[in-house]
């Protein structure tokens, strides 16, 4: 019975918003309620626990979010993200344009948000097929594999940073992790699956041809990869300090600049500055381009706050330890349980954000009970959330419109890619497990 409830919440929340394209935030909170009812909760209670679920997700990732969709908002404005590429793609040359996609796309796509890096970078990827009459798909691939991975794998973007707090997670072992399994996902699903797309050969819509900024107007190549990966290194840094320090001798200033909202906070006032002040930038326009990231994540947040919802009446409800007892039982390991629950979700709904979400609230209680590695279960749900992608995921169309392609040539390329990443993905985790343990 417990199961058949949790697949009746499921399926109503695939229906919702899948079929009758409800609001995602408002479905989350109609399958919490429907879901408190049929788990026997008491009436009066269920309300409680979805307000404490939304403040209990929004209060640790609030600031994590917004902050990280300002700075992505100030790399765009400021022509970093395409003086980094300009620097690659010289460097790199014709022959290896791929490999420099990709790892334009990897850098910048740490502190962008998918959509927001898709919208910035495909510009990027045009003015090249246009400037060297190559494949756009072959191009287009490579850079968008990298920003994939980033978007399901790695802090601070929203997915992953909701799986750390959920899973209690440490950052900056997550994010040490997702870099190495990063390298290896990206290499296979971006520049190696490219070289089997050279025939797929398209002409993108003129209407997205770029429009670049002067080369005198961008920032210096030093000052946009130091913003750029700013958050990166604090948080690699802060890791390597806390692995050092014994518990009881952990350093007061090293615990606060790797809270992760404090570190996205020290982050986004240095690219104020970097990126800002320092080029002539006025606060007044700075706080423009900030009050307009927010516009593009605010969905992002309810979303998340929704999933949290549904996640707190499984845990007030009693059903996480329920289904943390019962998934003991079975023989697959946690990691691939975890991976595998976020797959089915993520191909029955599309979204990659709420697959990995609704998957933690599942997941969770086996954590604890199994004691896996939680920054591996950030990175096997993660990936799990990317697999097969189709034509319920915003990402598809996305990837198909831009790139004036057929379904079915969208399926042979983008759906495949993004399966590959969730494979190797969970290759990746299992191979640290096992090498961990």
């Known amino acids: 019975m417990l199961f058949l409830t949790i697949a009746l919440c499921i399926l109503v929340l695939v229906l919702l918003i899948s079929w009758l394209k409800c609001n995602t935030f408002i479905a989350f909170i109609i399958v919490s309620l429907l879901g408190g009812l049929l788990l ?3 009436m009066e209670k269920i309300p409680a626990s979805i307000q404490k679920g939304v403040g209990d997700t929004l209060g640790s990732l609030l600031m994590v979010i917004l902050f990280g969709a300002m700075i992505g908002k100030l790399v765009a404005d400021s022509g970093a993200a395409q003086k980094i590429s300009d620097v690659l793609l010289r460097s790199f040359g014709e022959k290896r344009i791929t490999w420099a996609l990709v790892l334009t796309g990897f850098i910048v796509g740490i502190p962008l948000f998918y959509n927001v890096g898709f919208v910035l970078l495909v510009p990027l990827i045009f003015s090249i097929v246009y400037r060297l009459k190559l494949p756009a798909v072959y191009v287009g691939i490579p850079m968008l594999a990298a920003l994939s991975v980033t978007h399901g794998l790695l802090p601070p973007h929203p ?11 440490d950052m900056g072992k997550t994010l040490l992790y997702g870099i190495v399994i990063a390298i290896p996902t990206i290499i296979v699903a971006g520049p190696l699956f490219a070289t089997t797309l050279k025939k797929m050969d398209v002409e993108p819509l003129q209407t997205f041809k770029p429009k670049q900024l002067e080369a005198s107007l961008l920032p210096g190549f030093m000052n946009s990869i130091v913003t750029c990966l ?3 290194f604090i948080l690699l840094l802060t890791t390597y300090f806390n692995l050092k320090a014994s518990p009881s001798s952990k350093n007061a200033l090293i615990q606060f600049i790797s809270d992760p909202s404090m570190l996205m906070f020290i982050s986004m006032v240095y690219a104020t500055f970097a990126l800002g002040i320092s080029r002539g930038r006025t606060i007044a326009s700075i706080m423009d381009i900030y009050a307009d990231s927010i516009k593009d994540v605010l969905m992002i947040i309810l979303i998340v706050s929704g999933a949290g919802a549904l996640k707190q009446v499984y845990v007030d409800s009693g059903v996480s330890t329920q289904l943390g007892d019962a998934f003991n039982q079975l023989q ?44 591996l279960m950030v990175l096997a749900v993660g990936s799990g959330s ?22 079915k040539q969208t399926m042979k390329s983008w759906t495949i890619m993004e399966t590959i990443v969730s494979v190797m993905g969970l290759i990746g985790v299992l191979t640290i497990n096992y090498l961990i343990t």
């Open 40 to 42: 026997g909760m008491p």
């Open 159 to 169: 997915s992953p940073a909701a799986l750390v707090n959920q899973f209690h997670a």
């Open 230 to 232: 700013l958050p990166v």
């Open 332 to 375: 697959l390991p946690p990691l691939l349980l975890g991976w595998l629950i976020s797959a089915i979700i993520r191909i029955a709904m599309g979204s990659a954000t709420v697959a990995g979400l609704t998957t933690a609230g599942i997941i969770a209680p086996v954590v604890a009970a199994t004691n896996t590695d939680p920054s």
């Open 386 to 407: 990317l697999m097969l992608s189709h034509v319920n995921d915003s990402g598809f169309w996305l990837f198909k419109e831009y790139f004036n392609l057929s379904i």
